[in-house]
């Protein structure tokens, strides 16, 4: 039996995400799911946006050449804008069995930004979420 389909995994593109992209790919691998890598640059400025949106996309590039190279179909999404917004607007269109993100490992800003959005996905989303904890 097949439980998930279509996994969505936030990526904050730190090391943290290592943890996240094996647990996920071992869950794919069972169940032959696709597996979108999200991403959400919070910038103030175009050259700032710019900058991160290129750094994201090698961050994703790189994890998604992991996941290929098991046999996993999966994509990338950079959006921008607020985190929160962003991620659940993702959720609701995008038809997703599974969230999977982490819990720990992000800079302070970061603990900030994603701690806000597990406490907003946690309360506002249907879709099982799975939070995943950094290796020790």
Same mark, same amino acid.
């Given at each position: 039996?097949?439980?998930y389909?279509?996994?969505?995994?936030?990526?904050?593109?730190?090391?943290?995400?290592?943890?996240?992209? =094996?647990?996920? @790919?071992?869950?794919?691998?069972?169940?032959?799911?696709? $597996?979108?890598?999200?991403?959400?640059v &919070? %910038?103030?400025?175009?050259?700032?946006?710019?900058?991160?949106?290129?750094?994201?996309?090698?961050?994703?590039?790189?994890?998604?050449?992991i996941?290929?190279?098991?046999?996993?179909?999966?994509?990338?999404?950079?959006?921008?804008?607020?985190?929160?917004? =962003?991620?659940? @607007?993702?959720?609701?269109?995008?038809?997703?069995?599974? $969230?999977?993100?982490?819990?720990?490992? &992000? %800079?302070?800003?970061?603990?900030?930004?994603?701690?806000?959005?597990?406490?907003?996905?946690?309360?506002?989303?249907?879709?099982?979420?799975?939070?995943?904890g950094?290796?020790?």
């Open positions: 039996m097949q439980v389909k279509n996994i969505l995994v936030t990526m904050d593109c730190s090391p943290v995400d290592d943890a996240v992209i =094996e647990h996920v @790919s071992a869950l794919a691998l069972q169940n032959n799911a696709r $597996v979108s890598l999200v991403h959400v &919070h %910038s103030h400025t175009i050259d700032q946006d710019r900058a991160l949106r290129e750094s994201a996309e090698a961050a994703l590039k790189a994890r998604q050449e996941l290929e190279a098991q046999g996993i179909e999966a994509r990338i999404i950079i959006r921008s804008g607020e985190p929160e917004t =962003e991620i659940l @607007s993702e959720i609701e269109g995008g038809g997703y069995d599974l $969230v999977a993100m982490a819990t720990h490992g &992000h %800079s302070f800003i970061g603990s900030i930004l994603f701690g806000s959005v597990s406490r907003t996905l946690k309360h506002r989303i249907r879709t099982p979420l799975l939070l995943i950094p290796r020790p």
